[in-house]
């Protein structure tokens, strides 16, 4: 898993509730991404960002929120507006920029989400 | 738009015969592929990937995958399968940016022993 860390481990949430996911890392990598995995489905973006204090939607945004105020931190917030979070979150990091492309990503160990 | 497809859902294998993992793509322009191993509870691991010369990849553990252009695919390989190869492989391909990746929905590998 790199070095790359998610806590907590697993999560649960109640109805209505917001909750936020924490992803650090201490790569130096510019980009970083968070991914929804539901068995059967592969993964799934959610948003990504390559670079400090910007951030671009993925295929399932709504109902999710991040910030990107530091290069080495990207939470991820899971909204009430989510209506089935239940799933495992990986977030991950990859170097970023036009001199080093096509670049593999590294990914944390995950959290579980679960909705009582 | 830039996709994979793994048309396998589970593969089983004996312990010490090879094993192949299918993947296929669908691209424009170059195809920038890529294959990941996930064991139960865990983030991804990077195996090795293709983004231009030859056709035959070696990675991590063992793991190479060939490119072929012809039939569209890249299909992950290795010669003699070990129990702990055991785990959720996915193929990747770029796609929307160079740096923005789509998954395949995953191959689950049980080697037998």
């Known amino acids: 898993d790199g070095g790359i860390t998610q806590s907590p481990k697993y999560l649960f949430r109640k109805e209505g509730q917001n909750v936020t996911l924490s992803c650090e890392q201490n790569l130096n990598h510019d980009a970083m991404y968070w991914y929804r995995q539901d068995p059967g489905q592969g993964l799934r973006l959610i948003y990504y960002?390559?670079?400090?204090?910007?951030?671009q939607k993925g295929d399932i945004a709504e109902g999710y929120s991040v910030s990107r105020e530091k290069k080495e931190s990207f939470p991820l917030t899971v909204t009430s507006a989510q209506k089935n979070p239940t799933a495992f979150y990986l977030c991950?990091?990859?170097?970023?920029?036009?001199?080093?492309?096509?670049?593999?990503?590294?990914f944390g160990p995950g959290t579980r989400l679960t909705v009582l | 738009a830039q996709s994979v497809a793994q048309p396998e859902d589970q593969v089983n294998v004996a312990e010490g015969n090879p094993l192949t993992v299918k993947c296929t793509y669908s691209v424009s322009g170059n195809p920038y592929l890529f294959w990941y191993v996930q064991y139960p509870n865990r983030g991804l691991q990077f195996l090795l990937k293709y983004i231009t010369g030859d056709n035959l990849v070696k990675g991590s553990y063992g793991f190479e995958a060939e490119f072929n252009k012809s039939q569209t695919s890249f299909h992950l390989k290795k010669p003699s399968a070990l129990v702990s190869d055991s785990a959720l492989y996915f193929c990747?391909?770029?796609?929307?940016?160079?740096?923005?990746?789509?998954f395949g929905t995953g191959t689950k590998l049980q080697v037998i022993p």
């Open positions: 991950a990091s990859s170097i970023e920029g036009l001199a080093v492309p096509y670049n593999e990503q590294f």
């Open positions: 990747a391909t770029l796609s929307g940016g160079y740096q923005k990746v789509t």
């Open positions: 960002s390559q670079i400090v204090n910007d951030f």
